[in-house]
């Protein structure tokens, strides 16, 4: 059974940095790419940034040059880094995996970025 669980959120002020993480479980992690979403209240789901089983990251425009992804496949689990966090990116943040053709989210973590 997948398993994800999401940590590291918090109240941050703008211009802080957060680094988020999401432990894995219930599959051969380092087989599969992983991504990091958010939800803004009133707005859909998006996504935020991926990294593929080998390592290559892909970063939505909305966050790139702020927000960096890895992984650790010795420990399951992959991270957000947030640099220089704006009001904007307030939300809740999930980590994703596809397994099967079926999504599997964590219970996300609460970012608010707020003076």
């Known amino acids: 059974q997948v398993q994800l669980v999401e940590s590291g959120g918090g109240l941050v002020q703008p211009g802080r940095s957060l680094r988020l993480s999401c432990a894995a479980s219930g599959f051969s992690f380092s087989n599969y790419d992983m991504s990091w979403y958010r939800q803004a209240p009133g707005k859909e789901r998006e996504l935020v940034a991926a990294i593929t089983s080998g390592g290559s990251t892909n970063i939505s425009d909305s966050v790139k040059g702020r927000f960096t992804i890895s992984r650790d496949n010795a420990k399951k689990a992959v991270y957000l880094q947030m640099n220089s966090l704006k009001p904007e990116d307030t939300a809740v943040y999930y980590c994703?995996?596809?397994?099967?053709?079926?999504?599997?989210w964590g219970q996300g973590t609460q970012v608010t970025v707020s003076s």
């Open positions: 994703n995996v596809v397994r099967w053709g079926r999504n599997n």
